[in-house]
């Protein structure tokens, strides 16, 4: 009996010593993060690709006429939102983007700026989703959409595939901030391989004008998706609307706004529509005032140009600058027919105050004549254009033309 009493009293005490050890075990401090209630949290990073790389594997695809294909391997890739539909300028869509490209996604939802702000990274699983493009742009997405002549061609993802597909990474710490535009380059504006590589990006295009903004033309009016044509600024040239546009959504909370008069610098998705290359702001806030001065309604003065130049900023792009003509260095009206002068502000050579005015061409590119040259007589003040730099210590402003002169 004894025997008995002792052994349910040790099986007493380890129960209470398990019981014990459980209460006073050492705290779980570490910090965990929790869940996003959107997406597929179980996705695990596997076979991650770059997004050029999943362009080059479906480029005969991309590259067709309004082509789709499944993706059937298992492959994912990381990225980052870029754009979203928070004014509903974009519609059913977001874009991503990696170091190395970026992609469109069509969602059959609304409502995604709320749980895919800009700045959020996404792991996105397309095995089972589709890709290809709409106008040679590249997307992922779905097939559900009959094109004109009845066929199926690239559609949008159903909400309920595109939430097993995707999974939210470190929810919560979307940071906006971090997505920082590439600057369009204008000079590639035709270049085919320069539009397959950056197809999709968020993008800024520098010193341009709306070429309908008049104080009274709105961005998409009647409820119509428009198409508004834009100004080089420094050139003042009409950016042909075969080759660029700016593309608006008569559904989006700016349409009745007044398209902005001035030089802005545009930061938008950068979308095509075939060979067109189609700028999709997200909001208004993608407009920014470009910097003043140096283009052709408001050139720098002597002292802005001066500046530039010290400061190290003056870069190699076609510039206009205005002055008065202090002194009338050469004037060559043989073969070259160009001609050198000096400007300042005042009419006055002051050392560090004035710029040379290096090889200039009189109005139109023409060359100077020994009847023309006669105009330029120090007093006249002149517009020029050209590039600004410093040249072995002398202040330039080179390889242009004379503007005005009165």
């Known amino acids: 009996m004894k025997k008995i009493k002792f052994i349910a009293l040790a099986f007493l005490a380890l ?22 209630p959107w997406g597929n949290n179980s996705l695990r990073e596997k076979n991650v690709i770059s997004i ?24 994912m890739i990381k990225a ?37 702000p800009v700045g959020q990274e996404i792991l996105v699983n397309l095995k089972g989703l589709y890709i290809g493009s709409y106008k040679k742009l590249p997307q992922i997405g779905g097939v559900n959409t009959k094109l004109s002549d009845g066929s199926l061609g690239m559609g949008k993802i159903e909400r309920a595939i595109w939430n ?4 939210i990474l470190n929810p919560g710490e979307a940071d906006a901030s971090t997505v920082v535009p590439e600057e369009f380059d ?25 070429a309908s903004a008049n104080g009274t033309n709105v961005w998409a009016p009647d409820d119509t998706n428009t198409s508004l044509e834009l100004i080089d600024a420094e050139t003042g040239k009409k950016i042909s609307s075969s080759n660029l546009v700016v593309r608006n959504s008569g559904y989006s909370k700016f349409a009745n706004e007044v398209v902005p008069q001035g030089v802005f610098n ?16 997200r909001s208004t806030d993608d407009l920014k005032a470009s910097e003043t001065g140096g283009t052709l309604e408001k050139p720098y003065t002597v002292a802005q140009a001066l500046e530039k130049i010290n400061a190290g900023t003056a870069g190699d792009a ?13 004037v060559d009206t043989g073969k070259y027919g160009n001609g050198t002068f000096v400007i300042s502000d005042d009419g006055k050579d002051t050392e560090g105050k004035t710029l040379e005015v ?16 006669g105009i330029l007589v120090p007093g006249k003040k002149v517009v020029v254009s050209g590039t600004l730099l410093d040249y072995n210590g002398t202040k330039e402003i080179k390889g242009g033309n004379l503007i005005s002169i009165k």
């Open 266 to 281: 545009i930061t938008g998705i950068f979308t095509r529509y075939n060979n067109t290359w189609q700028i999709v702001i």
């Open 358 to 373: 290096f090889r200039c061409f009189n109005i139109d590119g023409a060359k100077w004549t020994e009847e023309t040259k």
């Open 186 to 210: 204008l000079t590639k504006l035709t270049d085919a391989a320069y539009m397959d590589a950056n197809v999709g990006k968020l993008m800024t295009l520098k010193k341009v004008k709306f």
């Open 52 to 75: 050029a790389d999943l362009k080059t594997q479906f480029a005969t695809v991309i590259n067709s006429d309004n082509g789709y294909k499944q993706i059937e391997k298992d492959m």
């Open 15 to 36: 129960t209470l010593g398990s019981c014990m050890g459980d209460g006073y075990a050492d705290p779980d401090l570490t910090e965990k993060v929790p869940a996003s």
């Open 164 to 167: 097993e597909h995707f999974k």
């Open 80 to 116: 980052v939102v870029t754009g979203n539909d928070v004014s509903g300028n974009i519609y059913n869509q977001v874009s991503v983007q990696d170091a190395s490209g970026a992609i469109i996604i069509a969602i059959n939802g609304s409502g995604l700026s709320g749980y895919l």
């Open 318 to 330: 076609k510039v206009y600058a205005t002055g008065i003509i202090v002194k009338v260095k050469d």
